[in-house]
């Protein structure tokens, strides 16, 4: 099934449940949430107080992507937060099997992701653990990028392998109606969008990318 899944990243935080409501009324179900330690990428964001709000007054599948070093250090910090996906980055993890297995363990779905320099196949040995794979198609660390066209490719391959796995292909990074049309061609099922979606009007923003899903 596609999904347009708003990144939080980018939203009005002054107004955010007006925000949510407007996503709401569209039939949208699932938030992703950044964090990021300033280590692995360069820039600070949001962590697990977002998460346990929006899980205690919000049924929103709550999509959260960890781009910080030592991730199982914080994996059952956020699922006690509220998280229903955690996904991790390949590069952020020596011990990424074990990370996924724990993610798994504390039962939340469990996601892996991988910068646009890492090649896709080092995720072989991990793909029968996880339930999401995350192709990122800008450098993470920040919003309003624009989209790495060279990242079609991995999404191609995965697309391919997929049908002997249980996983979701979710492509993260310079998303708009364009680019969106693009990585769903190659085999993209779940769309992360920041600054298409929260920046001007939401709701066309939402009606426009929805437009694409279809
Ligand atoms: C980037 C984050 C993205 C970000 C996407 O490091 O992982 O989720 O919010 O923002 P846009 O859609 O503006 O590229
Ligand atoms: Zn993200």
Same mark, same amino acid.
């Given at each position: 099934?596609? $999904?347009?899944?708003?990144?939080?990243?980018? #939203?009005?935080?002054?107004?955010?449940?007006?925000?949510?409501?407007?996503?709401?009324? !569209?039939?949208?179900?699932?938030?992703?949430?950044?964090?990021?330690?300033?280590?692995?990428?360069?820039? =600070?964001?949001?962590?697990?107080?977002?998460?346990?709000?929006?899980?205690?007054?919000?049924?929103?599948?709550?999509? @959260? !992507?960890?781009?910080?070093?030592?991730?199982? $250090?914080?994996?059952?910090?956020? $699922?006690?937060?509220? #998280?229903?996906?955690?996904?991790?980055?390949?590069?952020?993890?020596? !011990? =990424?099997?074990?990370?996924?297995?724990?993610?798994?363990?504390?039962?939340?779905?469990?996601?892996?992701?991988?910068?646009?320099?890492?090649?896709?196949?080092?995720?072989?040995?991990?793909? !029968?653990?996880?339930?999401?794979?995350?192709v990122?198609s800008?450098?993470?660390?920040?919003?309003?990028?624009?989209f790495?066209?060279? @990242?079609l490719?991995?999404i191609? $391959?995965?697309?391919?392998?997929?049908?002997?796995?249980?996983? @979701?292909?979710?492509v993260?990074?310079?998303m708009?109606?364009?680019t969106a049309a693009l990585a769903i061609q190659s085999g993209a099922?779940?769309i992360?969008?920041?600054?298409? @979606?929260?920046?001007?009007?939401?709701?066309?923003?939402?009606?426009?990318?929805?437009?694409?899903?279809?």
């Amino acid at each position: 099934m596609k $999904k347009l899944i708003p990144s939080l990243l980018s #939203a009005d935080f002054w107004c955010l449940s007006e925000q949510l409501n407007v996503l709401l009324k !569209h039939g949208l179900d699932t938030l992703h949430i950044d964090v990021m330690d300033g280590v692995f990428v360069p820039n =600070i964001s949001l962590g697990t107080p977002i998460v346990a709000s929006l899980s205690q007054r919000s049924h929103f599948i709550l999509d @959260v !992507h960890l781009m910080i070093e030592d991730p199982e $250090k914080m994996v059952q910090a956020f $699922k006690e937060a509220g #998280a229903h996906i955690i996904t991790v980055h390949w590069e952020a993890s020596p !011990h =990424i099997h074990r990370t996924l297995q724990r993610i798994k363990e504390i039962g939340a779905m469990a996601g892996v992701s991988i910068n646009p320099g890492t090649p896709v196949d080092v995720l072989r040995p991990v793909l !029968h653990l996880v339930d999401l794979v995350l192709v990122m198609s800008v450098n993470p660390g920040f919003g309003g990028q624009e989209f790495l066209p060279e @990242v079609l490719p991995k999404i191609e $391959k995965l697309k391919e392998w997929q049908s002997s796995y249980q996983y @979701v292909i979710e492509v993260d990074g310079g998303m708009n109606p364009q680019t969106a049309a693009l990585a769903i061609q190659s085999g993209a099922q779940w769309i992360v969008a920041g600054s298409s @979606v929260f920046r001007g009007n939401v709701e066309q923003n939402v009606v426009d990318l929805l437009k694409v899903l279809k």
